[in-house]
């Protein structure tokens, strides 16, 4: 399995913890599986995907800034393609 930290430019507090990085790991077929899944809207089932592989909830990868999110996105994209 590969993983990447990726340090947030602008961290994001969410019920009183604040994230400044995570660590992204690739997907399994499980995940892209739980993925397709979860929703047919393509940006409800890339944050569900980005959840996952970070290890967090939806709603703190929510609360990210745009360039935070493309760069996390920016490492998972290979793998889906």
């Given at each position: ?9 602008d ?33 409800d ?5 980005m ?31």
């Amino acid at each position: 399995m590969k993983t990447k930290v990726i340090e947030l430019k602008d961290p994001v507090t969410v019920n009183g913890e604040t994230f400044t990085a995570f660590t992204v790991r690739s997907p399994k077929v499980k995940d892209v599986m739980a993925m397709e899944k979860f929703s047919k809207d393509e940006i409800d089932r890339g944050v569900y995907m980005m959840a996952l592989l970070c290890d967090t909830s939806m709603t703190v990868i929510g609360e990210m800034e745009t360039p935070d999110f493309m760069e996390i996105q920016r490492f998972i994209a290979p793998f889906l393609a």
